[in-house]
């Protein structure tokens, strides 16, 4: 069920391109749902509860901004399963500990659902003689594509580098060359960004551990170095990642989206519960502009919060789709959240992402991968990308299950060798 429900999420694009119907896309909302119902009588471990009355309290959340703005029911089902999708998921994998043999038959089908991907972005780059935006791999005509791709790309890369348990150093090598030689053709600069920011943001969680945050800061600051100047190198004249001036204030520009979503506002209910859910400009403001044909039928309603804050990016140099970058976009997951569900509804968000972070995160490695999904919801709707969200909390669900696997591995030869040891003075 888990390993459909991440396959869902990730090939639609591959199939609509061999002439599925366009719905295929939708897909992954129906077996999340179908997921949800199924692994809920089958919770064995205490965060899985945790996590599951957190989920319940956002769909609550949502259900009172719906009613307090007369947003359409499928608003409130389409918003809750974007943004409760990768929850869905952690659910269903840390519901029980698995055993050995069924955590490395789930690692080997999230090796071959990238190794699929890596396949199809090498084919684009060396035999369709792709450029750029067009090496899309598995994520075949996504406006994003290449993002996501290259995210998933690099976020694979650096997971089979450091926590596969592959024993050959050369091929944990090759392949994590392939995941940075997918964001270098695929010219997805903000996800190295990304990733730098990340990097320094997990050195500050370690600041309690002064010695080691001054070691990993004397590594962090001369690689940031080496790596802006090579993206400098090889993309002259870019001024929005080179240029501070241009960056504070496209920065700026891109917060004035806060103030356009205030001006919306009609009682002071809605600082506690915003405009609605799908109203202003979260991933279902997408939905809407792109499938409006399939959910119209549906009763789904919407507000011109969207189209003003679309206007606005677009007539600015730094975040239009011509010559701006999607780093500044005036769209972000931050934003669209508690633009859609006020403040009682991005802090039950946050609340959630805090016991993952407290109880499923249970390395650095996995904090890094949550801290990303962070910092790419401040650049862009990411934290709404189904195939995006659903890789990365596969990897960290993988970690957990492989952490407590060990655990129990441990606890087991302890008590054999008390068992041995009572054995022997006994004899």
């Not at 179908?34 to 956002?58: D, H, M, N």
């Not at 069924?102 to 659902?113: D, E």
């Not at 964001?183 to 990733?195: G, P």
Request: one cysteine or more.
């Amino acid at each position: 069920m888990i390993l459909l429900f991440l396959a869902s999420a990730m090939f639609p694009r591959v199939l609509s391109a061999l002439k599925f119907p366009s719905a295929i896309n939708f897909l992954h909302f129906a077996l999340a749902v179908v997921l949800f119902v199924w692994v809920i009588p089958r919770i064995r471990s205490k965060i899985a509860v945790q996590i599951l009355v957190g989920l319940l309290i956002l769909l609550t959340v949502s259900t009172s901004s719906a009613l307090l703005n007369k947003a359409g029911l499928i608003n409130v089902i389409l918003n809750f399963l974007m943004l409760g999708e990768p929850f869905i998921l952690l659910i269903a994998i840390t519901s029980v500990k698995l055993p050995e043999p069924s955590i490395k038959k789930f690692q080997k089908w999230l090796f071959i659902f990238v190794y699929i991907h890596f396949a199809f972005v090498y084919f684009q780059k060396f035999i369709l003689r792709y450029e750029g935006d067009y090496i899309k791999g598995i994520f075949l005509n996504m406006g994003a594509g290449h993002h996501v791709g290259g995210d998933v790309g690099l976020t694979f890369g650096v997971y089979f580098l450091l926590a596969s348990g592959v024993r050959s150093k050369w091929l944990r090598i090759f392949v994590f060359l392939l995941g940075v030689g997918n964001i270098l053709y695929a010219d997805v600069k903000q996800v190295i960004i990304a990733f730098l920011v990340s990097w320094f943001i997990l050195i500050l969680t370690q600041l309690k551990e002064v010695w080691k945050a001054i070691m990993y800061l004397g590594i962090a600051l001369p690689v940031t170095f080496v790596v802006l100047k090579i993206i400098n190198s090889m993309y002259a004249g870019i001024r929005y990642i080179s240029d501070m001036e241009v960056v504070t204030e496209a920065f700026q520009y891109k917060l004035s989206v806060f103030s356009i979503i205030l001006d919306f506002y009609k009682s002071d209910f809605n600082w506690f519960f915003g405009l609605g859910p799908g109203h202003t400009i979260s991933r279902l403001g997408w939905l809407m502009k792109d499938y409006i044909q399939i959910l119209q039928p549906l009763g789904v309603t919407g507000t011109p919060v969207f189209n003003t804050v679309w206007i606005a990016q677009e007539s600015y140099y730094w975040s239009n789709s011509g010559t701006g970058s999607s780093m500044y976009s005036l769209l972000f997951s931050w934003a669209g959240i508690w633009g859609d569900l006020g403040f009682l509804g991005l802090g039950v968000y946050l609340y959630l992402w805090f016991l993952v972070w407290k109880y499923v995160c249970v390395d650095k490695l996995s904090k890094f991968f949550l801290i990303t999904v962070f910092v790419a919801g401040v650049i862009f709707s990411w934290m709404e990308e189904p195939a995006f969200m659903l890789f990365v909390v596969s990897l960290i669900g993988l970690q957990w299950q492989k952490h407590h696997a060990e655990k129990s591995n441990k606890l087991l030869q302890q008590r054999m060798q008390n068992y041995d040891f009572e054995q022997q003075a006994l004899g």
